[in-house]
């Protein structure tokens, strides 16, 4: 069982920026590829962004192409997702979730293992 814990949500302007953090505290983070997913009240939990283990690859949705990065630091065991020009729409929970790198499809939540308790992100108009 790995134990990931999401930090950064917070209320935002519209246009304004935020950065979330995935941490997985005495867990060997880097053998994981990492998934940032959200989850808007109403809505089903979506894809955001994902990079594998070793950092070199990253994947995005198309709502969020050109305005969130998502990064790891395997060294701090952190991942982070850069949020910019933010939106109303991008007010959702956001979750990270951790995946065994053999499964290879980043995009279905149902490949991963693992997953935090998530953290608010909420941008006014």
């Known amino acids: 069982q790995v134990h990931l814990v999401e930090s950064g949500g917070e209320l935002v302007h519209g246009g304004g920026s935020l950065r979330l953090s995935c941490t997985a505290p005495?867990?060997?983070?880097?053998?994981?590829?990492i998934g940032w997913f959200r989850q808007a009240p109403g809505k089903e939990r979506e894809f955001v962004a994902a990079i594998t283990r070793s950092g070199r690859n990253q994947y995005d949705s198309v709502p969020v192409e050109g305005r969130f990065t998502v990064s790891r630091d395997n060294a701090k065991n952190t991942v982070s997702l850069e949020m910019n020009s933010l939106t109303p729409e991008d007010t959702a929970v956001y979750y990270c979730a951790a995946k065994h790198t053999w499964k290879n499809n980043f995009y279905d939540r149902a490949m991963y293992d693992y997953w935090g308790q998530g953290t608010q992100v909420t941008v006014s108009s």
């Open positions: 005495g867990e060997y983070f880097a053998i994981y590829d």
